[in-house]
Each structure stands twice: as C-alpha cells, then as structure tokens.
C-alpha cells in the first residue's frame, strides 16, 4: 500500500506539469499488484472477471435479505442520504496465495449526526486472551476445536433507527433514495447491531453469558459442554461431542444465520495455530513480513529490540510531518498488536516508544524499525502452551525503579502463564514517581493482582483449577514484607500521606494478602521471567530471558537441525542439535 500511494503522488505531480506519464507510473504498473482497487481500478484490470462475480455475489446476498427498501413515490425522508461506497479486496492464504475476491457495499457513516442516525455504538470483542486460553484449555482437557466465520456478519441485525442512503451505482436504479431496514457496513452502530443479534441468538438456544469483569462475548452452555468467544463475525468453538455442536449450528441456521466458514481452529484473529497431540505453538510469521514489507524495513537483523531508553525530541531535532506521524503511529500499532498477540518479547521496546506519539522523531522512528529488524530475524517465533500434569499456572512481577530519563517514573513488567506459556504480558508506566525500588514493586503487585483475580475468573468460567491461594512471584524482599504488612510505618507513611486513593489503590495487596486470594513468594532476579517486561537487557540476558517467554515452530526447528547436520562440526552442534530436537 506504501508503494501504490508513492506512485500515485507522483502521478498527480507528473500530471499537473502536464508531462506524459512515465512507463514507470503506467496504468499497468499500478494496477498490477494492488489488493484494494476502486471500482474504475478493477475494471481496467485482468481480473476483473473475477471482482465482478464477487460484486454480483454481494448485490444479491444484500437483497435476498431485505436490506433495503425503494422509498414509494413522494415519501421524503426528511433528511438527507447517505452515500455509498463499493470496497474490494483480495483475500490471501498465509502463504500469500489468494483465498478468495470479497467485495463489500458499505455506507458512509462518517455522515450520520448523533441523536438523529444512530445513539449507542458500543460494541464488545472477545479478549484475545481468551482465545488463547481456550485453544490452550482445550488441548489439556482433551477438547475439539472450531471456527466459525459468519457470512454477511453484520446484515442480520434489524435496524431500530430511520436510516436513507443513495442507491449504489451497481444497482443502476438511477438517483432512487432507499430505507435501510438492517444493518450495513460502514454505520457506526453497524458493529452493536451484530453483538447484540449474536447475544440473543445464543441466549435463545441456552447459552449463558460469562459474567462482565471476565468476557461479555464468551458463552457456555453446560447441557451441551460448548464454548463460544466471539470476536466480531468470527466464533472460536470448543467442545466435546461433535453432534453437540451440530445442533447450535443447525439452530443458528434456522435463526437465519450463514456460515461462510465452519473449519479447524488453525487460524484466527491473524494468528496461526499448529497444534499437535501435546502441544499448541501460536505465531505470526506473515504479520512480520507485512510489516516490514510495508514499512520498506532493510532486511538487517538485530539481536534485541530495544538497547536503551529512548529521550523526547530535542529542540534541535526536525519536528515530524503529519503524515510522517501518521506512519509513526501505523506502524506502532502493526507492532503493538504483534506484541499483545504473540511476542511480549517486544512489548518493553513498543510501549516505551509509544510514550513519544505526541511528539516523534526521526530518532523514534528508527527505534520502531529496529524493532522490526529484530522481528525479522526471529519471526518464526511464538508463544507455546503444552499440556502438562504439574502446575497449570505460574505469576510473575517485577518493576525497574525510576527507569524513565523523561520522567523518573518506574516501570511495572507482569506475566501469566498458563500451561507455560504467556497467556497476559503487560508492560506499563506506573502513573507516580515513586521513592525506592521497593515502593515501586510495592505499585507493581496492585496492578498485577488485578489482572490475577480476571484469570481467576476465567478460570472459574471454564471449571479449570486455579491455586488458592495464588502464589506471585517478586524478586523484592522489602515490597513482599510491605504488602504482608511485616515492614514498618516509615516505609508505607508516605503513599497514605500523598493522596487517598493512592494509599487505597496500593494497600488494596494488602487486603488480597490477608483474605488468602494470594500469596508472594521471594525469587531469585535470573528466574523471575517478567523481567524482559521492565528494562533494555544485555544481548545475553535478553536471550536468557526471551527462551522463558517464546519457542520455534516445529518447522523453523527442523530447518535448523538440518542446517546444523549439514553444515555444524561434531562437538558443539551435535549439544544444539539435540536441544532444538526436543524443543520440536
């Protein structure tokens, strides 16, 4: 997309000199390899047979449904109509194959008015760790697996508002004026509708919703023994008897629902799943190569993404463009979903740079492409849940005290691991300047517990065993006596004494301690895994630590013995060989 908008600026620059174009800027050459083209674009391409069956297929679903209705002669809507547009795209297979053309009808919602076209557009997804832990879940209970895709996800719903748009230029009905009778893409309250839709048809068949601090969009019916997280138009599905799961397909059916997909749970959310007998290994290797494809990223490897900690722009530093800090923030977001997803190996580098979104710099944006480099170099990599007979879940905290040469403010790193992998990685700036690193650590633990007590949750959703109390692993002996209330009152005055709902927030441990909900345990700092979450490490520490967090693909494995069979000396290689053996 970076190539095709370059090309398309100097087209317009060549353009209004009033110079020829260029073979280089020919209709040819930017038609060629574009999977997003407008309507006139299609036309002039080769597979334009293809775009048009796709439209044709699209047009027909919308009317079969009802969608709309032609406004009777001399009925006025009394405002003014939407506009439309026609958006197509190809849709691609990991390994870059085209999947299928999808063309899509939407409407330009940037044009409703509040209060007159729509009111409420709060729509809830799934947590992605969710979906993690129910792929994970279920290979410990010996669970199936699916996915559903819903076709047409978000023209079920039956609009409540009085909603006009302009008849599409496909449908070559001229200037006619429609009424909306369900939803469309493109409407704010588009993404509502379908939950909502959702919600009702699932509650219908008996399904029960998992309470609000846990998951709004994760159902279980216990008669059946079925799971659903949704997550827009996909449903992630575990179960134990495949006739269970026919009947809720049949009975969403006979709700009017299609299903453009109903497969293995191998992919999802953008995320590939490869699951054997013992194990489930979760990555992203094409999110990386988009990514630096994208971004033209040089294909230089680096051995760890962050070195140090990042100053603000300085005066004599180039201030950014806006559309330089729009690529800033793209590209921040392309891997801050990387490192919430499936490499919290990352989640350090990202969310420190993210601190600089007000006010980048040339500076700031080599650090994200470092990062990228070093995505590059390991993007075989990901998180990896196997099945095990020991302890299921394991806590990690640890905090690096006044890291931040901006602010002096420390930063809180914590992990949950699920069947030893990283289920939730977080990475946060603590919102005080706090005055030791015990203190700090002491801050630490409040917003770890509140996410221990969200698993716990979960947990107890799903019927999985979760310890009581739940041990926290911290590598601060002070803070652990501090939040057992064992330290003395000159260490703790002074959060009370600064302002009240600091004191309650950071004593809230306390309460957690002393109720038996959880438990702190002194570990030694090289085996506390979060870590990596807190400060730039040394190439060797970071390596030590990232091993903790992420494994290979069976596959990069297997590439690799080779390799070293091929190419490696008996001494060392052979030790190497036999360790990525057992990791396969």
């Not at 977001?333 to 190996?345: A, E, I, K, V, W």
């Not at 950071?506 to 959880?518: G, K, M, T, W």
């Not at 030590?544 to 693909?553: G, R």
Request: charged letters at 30%; proline letters at 4%; glycine letters at 6%.
């Amino acid at each position: 997309r970076a190539w095709a908008r370059k090309l398309i600026k100097r087209r317009k620059e060549t353009r209004s000199r009033g110079e020829e174009l260029p073979a280089s800027l020919s209709d040819e050459i930017l038609l060629s390899d574009w999977d997003g083209p407008s309507l006139d674009w299609a036309k002039k391409r080769d597979d334009w047979p293809q775009w048009l069956a796709a439209i044709k297929r699209e047009i027909d679903q919308l009317e079969a449904r009802g969608t709309w209705r032609e406004l009777d002669q001399g009925e006025d809507p009394g405002r003014r109509p939407l506009g439309t547009k026609l958006v197509l795209k190809i849709k691609r297979h990991p390994d870059g194959s085209i999947d299928k053309y999808k063309a899509r009808l939407t409407v330009q919602g940037f044009l409703q008015r509040y209060g007159v076209d729509y009111m409420d557009t709060t729509s809830p997804v799934t947590h992605t760790s969710t979906v993690k832990f129910l792929k994970a879940h279920a290979l410990q209970m010996g669970r199936k697996t699916k996915v559903f895709d819903f076709a047409g996800a978000f023209l079920y719903p039956t609009l409540r508002d009085d909603i006009y748009m302009r008849a599409p230029e496909v449908l070559g009905k001229g200037k006619v004026v429609l009424k909306l009778l369900k939803s469309l893409y493109g409407l704010k309250q588009a993404s509502r509708e379908w939950f909502l839709a959702l919600q009702e048809a699932l509650l219908s068949i008996g399904f029960v919703q998992a309470p609000e601090g846990v998951d709004k969009c994760l159902f279980y019916h216990e008669e059946l023994d079925i799971y659903i997280s949704a997550y827009v138009d996909d449903s992630f599905c575990s179960y134990m008897d495949e006739k269970n799961l026919e009947y809720v397909i049949e009975e969403l059916r006979k709700k009017k629902f299609e299903f453009s997909k109903i497969g293995e749970f191998d992919m999802g959310l953008g995320l590939q799943f490869d699951t054997t007998k013992d194990s489930v290994f979760i990555s992203q290797p094409s999110s990386v190569e988009f990514i630096k494809n994208e971004f033209q990223v040089s294909d230089i490897t680096k051995p760890t993404p962050i070195t140090k900690w990042h100053e603000k722009r300085r005066e004599d530093e180039p201030k950014f463009t806006a559309t330089e800090v729009t690529q800033y923030l793209s590209l921040l977001g392309s891997l801050s979903h990387l490192g919430r997803m499936t490499r919290p190996d990352i989640i350090l580098a990202v969310f420190h740079l993210a601190s600089f979104c007000a006010d980048p710099c040339e500076r700031h944006y080599d650090a994200l492409k470092h990062i990228v480099q070093y995505l590059v170099g390991t993007k075989d990599k990901g998180i990896y849940f196997r099945k095990t007979k020991g302890e299921l879940w394991e806590f990690y905290c640890d905090s690096d005290w006044a890291g931040c040469p901006n602010t002096r403010k420390s930063t809180s790193g914590y992990l949950l691991k699920f069947m030893g992998g990283p289920l939730l990685a977080v990475s946060k700036r603590q919102k005080n300047v706090t005055l030791s690193s015990c203190e700090a650590e002491y801050c630490t633990f409040t917003d770890c517990a509140k996410d221990i007590l969200w698993a716990k949750g979960l947990a107890k959703f799903f019927k999985c065993p979760f310890p009581e109390p739940a041990e926290l692993r911290c590598d601060n002996v002070t803070a652990k006596h501090m939040a057992e209330g064992k330290a003395k009152l000159n260490r703790t005055k002074h959060i009370d004494a600064l302002r009240k709902h600091i004191g309650v927030k950071y004593h809230f441990i306390r309460e957690l301690v002393d109720f038996n909900v959880l438990s702190l345990t002194y570990v030694d700092t090289t085996q506390n895994e979060s870590d990596i979450l807190t400060k730039p490490l040394a190439r060797t520490k970071f390596h030590s630590a990232a091993t903790k967090l992420l494994n290979e693909s069976a596959r990069a494995c297997r590439l690799t013995i080779a390799q070293h069979t091929t190419l490696g000396s008996v001494g060392d290689n052979a030790i190497r060989i036999a360790r990525l053996a057992s990791t396969a």
